[in-house]
Structures are given as structure tokens and as C-alpha cells.
């Protein structure tokens, strides 16, 4: 499962190493994006890049992904974390079972919990992409 900053990063700022991680992904393993990041994506993108909604749509629409709803209400406690705006995402991860759940964001890095495992970009790359 990606974040809403790794889908940004591909979108807006492809590099070489971002679109072998996702070609990986979608090739090798089923990529899943929640509503909540899908919804957040292009709230973030209707208000910095304007201009590029055509981008998203394009790209949902042609991207092989497993979609998965995000629940409007939902269990608190289950993992602490500092940005409580942040709490949707990895709790859809964990309900959905994710195995791995690529993020960005610094806020996931001292969550503790055993699934799913929390990687950087780079580390993702670093270990299944450029092996």
C-alpha cells in the first residue's frame, strides 16, 4: 500500500527509481490504494497542482491497483501515532492486512506494530527493487 506523498512523488516528481518501484510493485505484487489516500491525492492536487487533475485521473484509471475503503468510524488505540490526521491510513492498512505499507511521512516511523511493515521509499528500493 503507498502513501499519499509516494503517489505525489510519482506523479508530480517521477524519478527513474520511483517508477522501477512502482512497475515492481504492480508487477510482481498486488498494489493497494485506500479511499482515504485516493481522496487525500487529489485534495492535495486540486490545491498545489491545479493544473495536473487530468494527471490523476489518468493515471487511477489506467493503474492496476486493488481499491479499498477507508471506514469513516473506527477503532481507536490500536497503535499510537503524533499526526492523528494520520491514523485513517494505517488503520486501513492494518484491517486490509497490508504486508507493506510505503510511506514518506516521518509520523509512521515510531509506530509499533507488527503488520504492516513500515518502509521508506528508499528503504523499499534499496531492498526489493535494485537487489
Avoid at 516528481?13 to 512502482?22: A, G, N
Avoid at 516521518?106 to 537487489?131: G, L
Amino acid at each position: 500500500m503507498l502513501d499519499t506523498n509516494v503517489l505525489i512523488s510519482i506523479l508530480f516528481f517521477p524519478s527513474k527509481k520511483f517508477m522501477q518501484m512502482l512497475q515492481y510493485i504492480t508487477q510482481e505484487h498486488q498494489l493497494v490504494l485506500s479511499s482515504f489516500v485516493t481522496d487525500e491525492l487529489i485534495a492535495v492536487a486540486e490545491k498545489k497542482f491545479p493544473s495536473k487533475k487530468k494527471v490523476i485521473d489518468k493515471f487511477l484509471t489506467e493503474l492496476s491497483y486493488e481499491f479499498v475503503y477507508t471506514p469513516k468510524t473506527f477503532e481507536k488505540g490500536l497503535f499510537e501515532i503524533r499526526d492523528i490526521n494520520d491514523y485513517p491510513v494505517l488503520y486501513t492498512a492494518i484491517i486490509e492486512n497490508i504486508d507493506i505499507f510505503i510511506t514518506g511521512d516521518k509520523d509512521f516511523t515510531d509506530v509499533d506494530i507488527e503488520k504492516p511493515r513500515i518502509m521508506a521509499p528508499s528503504d523499499f528500493i534499496d531492498k526489493y527493487v535494485t537487489h
